[in-house]
């Protein structure tokens, strides 16, 4: 008896009529949403970087004016991402190499005292700005470390840059590179 009802109330409920909405609207929807945001790096390509007002470690309001003039490496990092801190030594290298031609900038969700209480474990010669929960949305970074290359105008010309780089060997990934050779390549071009 107790199957029969199952039954006939899976019958009635498939019977009922279904607003169907249709698949035009459905596609129209899904790229309104897709256009909404900059969702994959080549659509960031040639566009500026742009943020407005926001703190330096140092308690220095700046905004996206301090990336033209030079060319820009910014890395979005955290101070829980593994990647991110094992890049930092190549990062100083950069820093060391370039610091008359090049701006470097680290943004980061952190807070300044989580900041300051890591710096002064590790040196990280890069310009901290902190709490950038509005650059982080502006710019979809959900995953560190996340890198920029700006030209001299601000101007978005390469993401996703690393400073180590991985290959796969028997199905484990195996450091193939760790000194940068990629920034230096792609800042010379720059410069």
Same mark, same amino acid.
């Given at each position: 008896? &107790?199957?029969?009802?199952?039954?006939?109330?899976?019958?009635?409920?498939?019977?009922? +009529?279904? +607003?169907?909405?249709?698949?035009?609207?459905? *596609?129209?929807?899904?790229?309104?949403? *897709?256009? !909404? @945001?900059?969702? %994959? /790096?080549?659509?960031?390509?040639?566009? /500026?970087?742009?943020?407005?007002?926001?703190?330096? #470690?140092?308690? @220095?309001?700046?905004? !996206?004016?301090? #990336?033209?003039?030079?060319?820009?490496?910014?890395?979005?990092?955290?101070?829980?991402?593994? !990647?991110?801190?094992?890049?930092?030594?190549? #990062?100083? +290298?950069?820093?060391?190499?370039?610091?008359?031609?090049?701006?470097?900038?680290?943004?980061?969700?952190?807070?300044?005292?989580?900041? =300051? &209480?890591?710096?002064? /474990? =590790?040196?990280?010669?890069?310009?901290?700005?902190? $709490?950038?929960?509005?650059?982080? %949305?502006?710019? $979809?970074?959900? !995953?560190?470390?996340?890198?920029?290359?700006?030209?001299? %105008?601000?101007?978005?010309?390469?993401?996703?840059? &690393?400073?180590?780089?991985? @290959?796969?060997? %028997?199905?484990?990934?195996? @450091? &193939?590179?760790?000194?940068?050779?990629?920034?230096?390549?792609?800042?010379?071009?720059?410069?």
């Amino acid at each position: 008896m &107790r199957n029969l009802l199952i039954l006939l109330l899976i019958f009635f409920l498939s019977c009922q +009529e279904v +607003e169907k909405t249709p698949l035009k609207k459905i *596609v129209v929807d899904t790229n309104e949403i *897709v256009n !909404s @945001k900059k969702t %994959n /790096k080549k659509e960031l390509i040639g566009e /500026k970087f742009i943020f407005h007002d926001i703190k330096t #470690l140092a308690d @220095k309001k700046v905004n !996206s004016e301090i #990336l033209i003039g030079k060319p820009t490496l910014i890395i979005a990092w955290s101070i829980t991402c593994k !990647s991110c801190i094992e890049e930092i030594p190549i #990062l100083n +290298e950069l820093v060391t190499k370039y610091s008359d031609k090049v701006n470097f900038i680290a943004i980061t969700n952190n807070s300044k005292k989580e900041i =300051r &209480r890591f710096i002064r /474990k =590790r040196e990280f010669n890069f310009t901290h700005i902190i $709490n950038a929960k509005e650059i982080h %949305n502006d710019y $979809n970074i959900y !995953s560190f470390p996340k890198t920029f290359l700006l030209d001299k %105008n601000g101007i978005i010309t390469k993401t996703n840059i &690393r400073g180590i780089t991985y @290959k796969k060997i %028997n199905g484990k990934f195996v @450091k &193939r590179n760790e000194n940068g050779e990629e920034f230096v390549r792609l800042i010379d071009k720059l410069l």
